[in-house]
């Protein structure tokens, strides 16, 4: 029971930390204005810290080494990314990669 409460406290926590921030970006959003290298700077930060979660969470599972199945998997994303597949084709496809190797026993 103490679990579950926790549960939607933390639900409820980070549904009001997203709303204040949706709240506060529209109105604070008209009044600061940013040089066009500011902005710059911000998008290319956000690039930087998603593509920065993206590498940990490939490699790493709690602590440990993930294994060679989704290293493969995001690897095969990757190429068909760049060869600019259909998005749908790319996830299937990692998924399935992933998947057949775990099945061989590759983990």
């Known amino acids: 029971m103490a679990d579950t409460l926790m549960i ?7 549904s009001l930390g997203t709303y204040l921030m949706r ?9 600061l204005t940013f040089t066009e290298r500011s902005q710059a ?5 956000a690039t930087t810290l998603l593509f920065a979660v993206a ?7 709690g602590g440990h080494f ?3 199945a989704r290293v493969s998997g995001v690897a095969v994303a990757v ?12 996830i299937l496809a990692a998924a399935l990669v992933t998947a057949l190797l775990r099945y061989a026993g590759i983990h």
Do not use: M
């Open 8 to 14: 939607v406290i933390g639900i409820a926590v980070l």
């Open 23 to 31: 709240f506060g970006g529209a109105k604070l959003g008209n009044r």
């Open 41 to 45: 700077l911000l998008s290319d930060a």
């Open 55 to 61: 590498l940990v969470t490939t490699f790493y599972e």
């Open 66 to 68: 993930s294994g060679i």
């Open 79 to 90: 190429f068909l990314t760049w060869r600019k597949v259909p998005l749908i084709v790319v």
